[in-house]
């Protein structure tokens, strides 16, 4: 095992060594047991971020250690800086492991870190703190993201470990690494996706280090939550890791209760082949919230109900499942190469039935701003929906270094396939239950038995292969080609079920069958005059099938969507990543141009039966990003997206009359708001004290579909403080929406979802 650095007796450590040293593997033993560090006083203090980051090592009073020596395994070994930093400098979502600065896109990176000190537990909060990114309304929260303006595929361009989640479920975020999301279009990579980019999810990998941490979190809303990290070395290149996770709470009656576990074991950690097994479960019992007609004033959603309030009925649940085995291999080559397999299959589950509430009338006159009050009538309708898929995936991943024709050449290629086997009813609501409320009642413990007896599947299957190489050539020491090309051929069927009317009339079901090839390109030109700058500009393409597991949905044997061809769309990017203060923060900032030129649109001259790609829009905006420490004391993390330029450019949508509808030519895009970000800072004020400051903000917009109609923009503000009891144990309050601020989050024609209300939240930490 060759050695990647030595600390030397009497040699102070650095600040991002002493994280380093604390989590890499120490192999100065010749036992398989691996001793911690002094008191693990770094391994703890790198953990909780505690005093010993803001001063020198604790190894004696000199701030010196003993002489310590690190494995070059140690950096692959899941044991990076996530935990400890703000800041990341190497990823995966480029395919294979790449620094930051060589990727010519902006990426987002969500630490570990991150997460836990603004306590982002449910992934829809992740991407809330995301510059560029705003939401539908809908089941999830994760029905329809859109990033930059554009849908992420109705959540299809989510991703697990470079893998493709499924659509439509609930997630946690307890057995997260990292969340990274590259913005523009990244079809190159990932195949079929959206032009606003990819989120990539990163488990948490099995290390070379015994450790252990537990937390518990109390909440208003009566939250409880309890989670554990436990990873343990069983030999000398072995290492199990175990991710728990139960939380409770009645959310003011949309109640949810979660119960997650991820073990995960790897052997040949660092060696030539390098195995993991890992399984994941997640149940998420909970309830959809379609609480929140709106009314409107002067064009603008005026918000009116309470966010704690919950109209629906105590029977109403959204319940997902996601279960999922993954086998990986990792072959490393004596010329320095790397293959990376990954072998996953997993049944995902979801059951929806919900009430949709709006108003009734108030003494006989519809109900306006003016006139509502707690007797306002409320009218709970069911929705309902129901689906299963079984999702295998097949990825392999090749990556090396090497010289030809005198010069240095940084090749990756692959070869992906996944199987999409997915059952789904969208209108499985059943029979009113007459159980209306009033305005003054939410909450009041109406419930009805589930009669909806089994429901009726529509079916669809799909299948996809794709190969890739992308070639990054030094044409100068400073000056980088980045060129890749990725081929997909994609498959899918579409089976409709039989219906039968009330008159006793059956419809027939319909099949629809898809096929088609499509390549994807990429170029980039990297400028990196020292390893502290890194200029760019790139252009890639990405592409939307209309076969995809959400909107391949035909009404009739006259919807030739299943024969509409992929939309496609384009994006140009130029910017600059810079390290400063001594490395410690990362800054970058980038100007782009998205476009998606063949948008599908209704055919108005085919009863809206026959989609057509006569649409066309474009976004165009700046990204600026920062992450690191400022001081050893102070760290930063900020990310926001302008976009003063966003237009349907072409469409063939009819102004309705009144001048309201759908947006049409000329219009900017709902969701589309033109300031949108995040910040957040720390101080540690004392070694035993650090506080904490943060903001979400967005600028006003449109919901998708209805351009008379506005949201307000918004900030919200969180606070955090974390106080140190003991060298293994932390106390951190959570103030998140400290105003209580009502506000427009997510948005559709009709309704819209609030933001969370303020939440307050206690979690205590312990190492051992």
């Known amino acids: ?25 120490i192999a100065n033993t010749s036992s398989g047991n691996t001793p911690l560090l002094p008191l693990g006083a770094l391994l703890l203090a790198g953990s909780l971020g505690s005093p010993a980051l803001a001063q020198p090592a604790t190894g004696d009073a000199a701030g010196t250690l003993p002489a310590v020596t690190v494995r070059d395994s140690a950096a692959s070994d899941g044991a990076t800086h996530s935990k400890t930093q703000l800041r990341a400098t190497r990823t995966e979502i480029g395919k294979g492991d790449q620094a930051l600065r060589d990727i010519p896109q902006s990426v987002t990176v969500m630490t570990e870190k991150l997460m836990s000190d603004r306590n982002l537990d449910d992934f829809r909060e992740v991407l ?15 029905e329809d993201v859109r990033l930059r303006g554009f849908s992420l595929g109705t959540a ?75 990873n343990w070395q069983t030999g000398p290149d072995a290492a199990l890791r175990l991710n728990l996770m139960a939380h409770d709470a009645d959310n003011w009656g949309a109640r949810q209760r979660k119960l997650g576990i991820a073990p995960t074991v790897r ?61 990986g291999h990792t072959h490393r080559f004596d010329d320095g190469g790397q293959l990376k397999t990954q072998l996953r299959h997993g049944r995902y589950e979801r059951d929806l039935w919900a009430s949709a509430i709006r108003f009734g009338t108030t003494g006989g006159a519809p109900t306006t701003l003016d006139n509502w009050g707690p007797s306002t009538f409320l009218i709970r309708t069911p929705k309902g929906r129901i689906g299963q898929s079984n999702l295998t995936q097949l990825q392999s991943d090749y990556s090396n270094t090497f010289r030809w024709g005198g010069r240095e050449h940084k090749l990756i290629a692959g070869v992906d396939l996944y199987v999409d086997d997915a059952r789904r009813n969208n209108n499985f609501a059943g029979p009113a239950s007459g159980l209306n409320t009033t305005v003054g009642t939410p909450h009041n413990g109406d419930w009805r038995a589930d009669t909806r007896g089994d429901p009726v599947y529509n079916t669809f299957n799909a299948r996809n292969l794709g190969l890739y190489v992308q070639d990054t050539v030094a044409m100068t020491d400073a000056l980088k080609l980045v060129a890749g090309l990725r081929l997909d051929h994609f498959k899918a069927r579409y089976d409709t079920a039989a219906s039968t009317a009330a008159n006793g009339v059956v419809t027939p079901g319909y099949r629809f069958d898809k ?43 006259g919807n030739a969507l299943a024969n509409t061809p992929a939309e496609k769309s384009r994006n140009l990017e130029i910017g600059g990543k810079w390290d400063v203060f001594d490395q410690r923060l990362s800054l970058g900032a980038a100007l782009f141009y998205s476009e998606k030129y063949n948008e599908r649109n209704l055919d108005p001259d085919s009863a809206a039966q ?25 760290e930063l993390f900020w990310n926001h997206t302008f976009i003063p330029s966003a237009r349907i450019d072409q469409s063939n949508q009819v102004l309705a009359a009144g001048g309201g509808g759908a947006q049409v030519q000329g219009d900017r895009p709902g969701l589309t708001p033109r300031h949108s970000g995040s910040l957040w800072t720390t101080y540690r004020v004392n070694p035993k004290l650090r506080l904490g400051l943060g903001a979400n903000y967005r600028g006003s917009q449109n919901p998708e579909g209805n351009r008379a109609v506005k949201a307000a923009g918004f900030v919200t503000v969180d606070v955090m403080a974390e106080y140190t009891l003991t060298e293994m144990t932390t106390l951190k309050l959570n103030v998140s929406n400290l105003t209580d601020k009502l506000y427009a989050d997510t948005l559709y024609r009709g309704f819209y979802g609030p933001g969370q209300p303020r939440r307050v939240q206690l979690t205590l930490k312990h190492l051992f």
């Open 156 to 230: 299809g361009d989510i991703y697990r470990d470079g893998l493709r989640d499924a659509p439509l479920i609930e997630r946690d975020t307890f057995n997260d690494d990292r969340v990274e999301i590259i913005k523009g279009s990244a079809s190159m990579l990932f195949g079929k996706g959206s032009t606003g980019g990819v989120v990539n999810q990163v488990s948490k990998q099995p290390f070379l280090m015994t450790q252990h941490e537990a937390s518990a979190t109390l909440g208003n809303g009566n939250e409880k939550r309890v989670q554990g990290d436990f």
């Open 610 to 634: 026959q989609y057509l790609l006569s649409g066309k829009r474009h976004a165009a905006g700046v990204e600026f990003n920062a992450a690191g420490r400022i001081t050893p004391a102070w």
């Open 128 to 142: 809330r703190t995301t510059a560029g990114v705003s939401f539908q309304a809908g089941e999830t929260g994760e």
């Open 267 to 327: 052997w040949g950690i660092g060696t030539r082949d390098e195995f993991s097994v890992g399984f994941y479960h997640l149940q998420v019992d909970g309830r959809a919230n379609y609480n929140h007609p709106w009314f409107i004033r002067d064009g603008r959603i005026v918000p009116t109900l309470p966010a704690r309030n919950f109209y629906g009925l105590d029977s109403d649940k959204q319940n997902s499942t996601s279960t999922y085995l993954t086998l």
């Open 515 to 557: 096929s088609e090839s499509l390549w994807s390109p990429r170029v980039g030109l990297l400028f990196q005059p020292s390893e502290t700058q890194s200029y760019y500009v790139s252009y890639g393409t990405s592409y939307n099938t209309s076969g995809d597991a959400y909107q391949f949905t035909p009404a009739s044997p």
């Open 1 to 25: 095992m060759s050695v990647d650095r030595v600390f030397k007796p009497n040699q102070a450590v650095a600040l991002d060594d002493q994280a380093q040293a604390a989590h890499f593997y």
